[in-house]
């Protein structure tokens, strides 16, 4: 290999006009770098806020390869000089390894181990601290080793944090049917967690709940009757005496107040998005009466600060539930990897994401 394809970016904007095709050489090997080879690359939200410079965590712009190298991308002035990788998250396999490197062999397949390593490209280069070992991969299908570290990660890791999980108990969720809630509903069946998942109304929302009961979800409710008595006394009789301690908010706003009020005392209510960008109101009650407590999760962070070994566990666990079919291949479509192609994937992703998630294939 001596050439490495990538879409990279040197300044923050609409993804259709900072986005470029770049190709420049593939570092040499040396005694302490792997070369991995890239297989298949979701497109995230976050890769498209990232691009937009609206991400906390931004790539340093680098010089890519040999200067001299650099692809001219339709004129002289265009030149790109320094950039960043799009792209956070993705498996590669290992085809070259440093003499002097250990914990890492020829063959292993591998996902980033940091935010922001640039994972919409061909080939890279670098010290083997930059990528983890998927323990057992190929057990799975390539799809799920791309997609394993950012949503069955942040699913795993809400459902095990912040409320020790004991059988019957029940955890309440919003944003059910996105690609995290999803995950949710499967572990925690896995784990023998019951689950209480809104959704947003919609004229098909019978044929949405069949599909989350089929991934396991114990109940399925709508978002505009959340509030409602009847909803209120449905979900008690649901409950009984087990504990309904945690709640995963996906969505923010009217929905994730609502949602909160659901919680036996001294629940705890994890925000990991914000879907209805509007801000969570918190009723002085739930606070005074019934100590109910408000967390942020953010995967990022939560690698950046956990070691490889514990990462390695619960990539392990979910590998195996992925294995044992009780954790599934997100909805997905398939990329091409062409400049054309991957440009109009990521302009789609601030659209939105009715065909599931969007991955590019190698
Ligand atoms: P998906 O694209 O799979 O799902 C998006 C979800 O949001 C759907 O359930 C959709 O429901 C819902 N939704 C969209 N717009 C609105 C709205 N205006 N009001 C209410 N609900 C809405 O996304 P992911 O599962 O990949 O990610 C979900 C969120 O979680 C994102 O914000 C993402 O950035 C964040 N995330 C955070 C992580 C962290 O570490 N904190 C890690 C992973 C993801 P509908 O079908 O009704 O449109």
Not at 242 to 268: D, F, I, P, W
Not at 280 to 289: E, G, H, Q
Not at 317 to 327: I, P, R, T
Not at 348 to 354: D, E
Request: net charge neutral.
């Amino acid at each position: 290999v001596d050439k490495v394809e990538a879409v990279v970016y040197s300044s923050y904007g609409a993804p259709s006009q900072v986005l470029k095709w770049h190709s420049y050489g593939l570092p040499a090997l040396t005694r302490d770098t792997v070369h991995v080879k890239f297989l298949a690359s979701p497109i995230n939200p976050a890769d498209v806020n990232q691009i937009q410079g609206a991400y906390p965590i931004k790539p340093p712009f680098v010089a890519l390869g040999n200067e001299d190298n650099f692809s001219t991308d339709g004129g002289d002035n265009d030149k790109v000089v320094k950039a960043a990788v799009g792209g956070n998250e993705g498996v590669a396999e290992v085809i070259a390894v440093g003499d002097a490197v250990s914990g890492l062999k020829k063959g292993d397949r591998v996902i980033m181990a940091k935010t922001g390593h640039g994972t919409w490209r061909t080939y890279a280069a670098g010290p083997p601290e930059d990528f983890q070992v998927v323990p057992n991969a190929t057990s799975v299908s390539l799809i799920q080793q791309a997609t394993i570290s950012v949503n069955p990660c942040t699913a795993y890791r809400m459902l095990k944090d912040f409320i020790p999980p004991q059988q019957g108990d029940y955890v309440i969720q919003n944003g059910a049917n996105s690609a995290v809630g999803q995950a949710v509903i499967q572990i925690a069946k896995a784990w023998g967690l019951k689950t209480i998942n809104v959704v947003r109304n919609r004229p098909d929302i019978e044929e949405l709940r069949q599909e989350l009961t089929a991934l396991g979800a114990t109940h399925v409710i709508t978002d505009d009757q959340l509030g409602s008595f009847e909803t209120k006394s449905l979900v008690k009789s649901w409950v009984g005496k087990n504990r309904l301690l945690l709640g995963l908010n996906c969505v923010g706003g009217k929905s994730a107040t609502e949602m909160a009020r659901y919680l036996s005392a001294n629940g705890k209510l994890v925000t990991y998005g914000a879907m209805a960008r509007a801000p969570l109101t918190l009723p002085a009650s739930m606070l005074i009466f019934k100590n109910i407590s408000f967390y942020g999760f953010w995967v990022s962070k939560w690698a950046e600060t956990h070691s490889k070994e514990e990462r390695s566990e619960m990539l392990a666990d979910l590998v195996q539930l992925m294995a044992a079919k009780q954790l599934k291949e997100p909805r997905w479509t398939a990329v091409e990897w062409n400049e054309k192609a991957v440009k109009e994937a990521v302009e789609n992703g601030i659209q939105g994401y009715g065909k599931g998630k969007q991955i590019v294939l190698f």
